[in-house]
């Protein structure tokens, strides 16, 4: 089985030409990061949100069945991660 190890950043992306020949094989872990940025001086963006940024990660193993997400029981709201940090 051939096996070929690959990254993708937001700016390999946008170059197919970096990842297209790839293979996604069992075992492999991938982290799927979005996430938004605001600059401080960006008039577009409601005040309260200038200058801060938002990510949210998830690390998702490949497996024979599919895909698992690792991170599924992460909490994710504000309300949950504080309930979390009071345990």
């Known amino acids: 089985m051939k096996r070929r190890l690959f990254a993708l950043t ?10 297209r020949d790839g293979i996604v094989a069992e075992g492999m872990v991938f982290t799927v990061e979005p996430g ?7 008039l577009t963006v409601p005040e ?13 193993v490949v497996t024979k069945a599919g895909a698992i997400n690792l991170s599924a029981g992460i909490p994710r709201t504000a309300d949950e991660v504080e309930a979390w940090l009071k345990r």
Do not use: C, K, N
Request: proline share 3%; no cysteine; net charge negative.
């Open 48 to 60: 309260q949100f200038r200058g801060i940024g938002v990510r949210i990660e998830d690390d998702i």
């Open 10 to 19: 937001a700016t390999a992306a946008a170059r197919r030409e970096m990842y």
């Open 36 to 42: 938004l940025y605001f600059q401080p001086d960006d």
